[in-house]
């Protein structure tokens, strides 16, 4: 069964508000929609797990964490390929991918 997370966040809550507001211009919609994508991805990956990583430091070396996983981007159309930079600002390594699926415009199934 999927798992459903709610971000009860004061800000996604006002963010979201305005994203909804038809009076919402479309240059205000577009950097609601990066500012979302920055607060639920914090969100989204509070528990992707992380390996130990030995860095060099201008001082020493130090010990630190890397992501242990591959992470994929799956964007749903239209808004979500929005949030595709932003996440991308915040994962570098990331994996885009695109899914097709179209619907039978008579039975209006996939």
Do not use: N
Request: overall charge neutral; some cysteine.
């Amino acid at each position: 069964m999927a798992q459903v997370t709610v971000v009860d966040h004061p800000l996604v809550r006002c963010h979201l508000t305005s994203l909804r507001d038809s009076a919402t211009p479309s240059a205000e919609f577009r950097l609601l929609v990066r500012r979302l994508a920055v607060l639920l991805t914090y969100e989204a990956t509070a528990t992707l797990a992380v390996e130990p990583r030995r860095v060099t430091t201008p001082l020493e070396a130090a010990e630190g964490c890397q992501l242990s996983q591959r992470i994929a981007l799956v964007p749903i159309l239209r808004a979500g390929l929005g949030m595709v930079d932003p996440i991308l600002e915040l994962i570098p390594t990331a994996e885009v991918w695109h899914l097709g699926l179209y619907r039978d415009e008579t039975t209006a199934k996939p």
